[in-house]
T-cell receptor, first 117, second 113 residues
Framework: KAGVTQTPRYLIKTRGQQVTLSCSPI?????VSWYQQTPGQGLQFLFEYFSETQRNKGNFPGRFSGRQFSNSRSEMNVSTLELGDSALYLC????????????????FGQGTRLTVV | SQQGEEDPQALSIQEGENATMNCSYK?????LQWYRQNSGRGLVHLILIRSNEREKHSGRLRVTLDTSKKSSSLLITASRAADTASYFC?????????????FGTGTRLQVFP
């Protein structure tokens, strides 16, 4: 079974530009979450999608948005990029099955390393 | 903001020694998970312990959970150079409506051959 796939792996953008990152979850997983990892703030929750609906959003400005498609693939978009948006963006998918769905691990992709210059 | 703190922030040991990492968290949880990250890559799930469990083993890993102290520890026995990585604890509040994880600050483990 293929793992979580994130594209692109590396990205360099200029301040003020916008960027779209993509995440394909493991087949059959309908829950997709996004995290931002920086040296200063560590791993921060961005948002979470399930069946094309955003269920939770972290404490990030409105410049950060996302969506999920009917095939569970997810994208996140950052508009008007700032230097501080440079980070590793990680996507995770989780299975949601029966009564165990509160105790399931998350499967992470390799991340997209975004550098804003 | 992050839920938990981990200590130590960094740990250096020789191969064959044991490594212990500690994690503290702030709110009630449904489960606590440990993840490993190699050099800025993706996170790999190591072990999950539920709030009603006190200890769990998986190979060379042993995890304990003390919900009264809101703390957990990860013990890696007989460490190997390949264990060199950053280790993160993550807590799940436990809801049918979310898979959100709140991560600790992480421990960087260096194992010297």
């Amino acid at each position: 079974k293929a793992g979580v796939t994130q594209t692109p792996r590396y990205l360099i953008k200029t301040r003020g530009q916008q960027v779209t990152l993509s995440c394909s979850p493991i087949s059959g997983h309908r829950s997709v979450s996004w995290y931002q990892q920086t040296p200063g703030q560590g791993l921060q929750f961005l948002f979470e999608y399930f069946s094309e609906t955003q269920r939770n959003k972290g404490n990030f400005p409105g410049r950060f948005s996302g969506r999920q498609f009917s095939n569970s693939r997810s994208e996140m978009n950052v508009s008007t990029l700032e230097l501080g948006d440079s980070a590793l963006y990680l996507c995770a998918s989780s299975p949601r099955r029966g009564i165990e769905r509160m105790n399931t691990e998350a499967f992470f992709g390799q991340g997209t390393r975004l550098t804003v210059v | 903001s992050q839920q938990g703190e981990e200590d130590p922030q960094a740990l250096s040991i020789q191969e064959g020694e044991n490594a212990t990492m500690n994690c503290s968290y702030k709110t009630s949880i449904n489960n606590l998970q440990w993840y490993r990250q190699n050099s800025g890559r993706g996170l790999v799930h190591l072990i999950l312990i539920r709030s009603n469990e006190r200890e769990k083993h998986s190979g060379r890993l042993r995890v304990t959970l003390d919900t009264s102290k809101k703390s957990s520890s990860l013990l890696i026995t007989a460490s190997r150079a390949a264990d060199t990585a950053s280790y993160f604890c993550a807590t799940a509040r436990g809801s049918y409506n979310t898979d959100k994880l709140i991560f600790g600050t992480g421990t960087r483990l260096q194992v010297f051959p």
